[in-house]
């Protein structure tokens, strides 16, 4: 029972963004910074992204980069608490 978040941006700034991981955990009602394993997998900030939990981990696909690029990639985040 845990919500995942990866990316974002702030409209206010006109930014995209973050690289990292962040989990809330619904029954203890905390944010937990996550690992993310494998070196360079993640390649770029984004927003607007679709995600779903893949074998322990995260499955990114495409979104929009720091210049509003469409990315049309797929990345999976071992990710560990």
Do not use: K, M
């Amino acid at each position: 029972n845990r919500l995942v978040v990866f990316g974002g941006n702030n409209p206010a700034q006109r930014q995209v963004f973050d690289l990292a991981l962040r989990c809330f955990d619904l029954h203890r009602r905390r944010w937990i910074d996550l690992a993310v394993g494998g070196g360079d997998e993640i390649t770029r900030s984004r927003t607007h992204h679709a995600a779903i939990p893949c074998g322990g981990g995260v499955l990114i696909f495409g979104g929009c980069g720091s210049d509003y690029e469409h990315l049309n990639e797929t990345v999976l985040l071992r990710v560990w608490p």
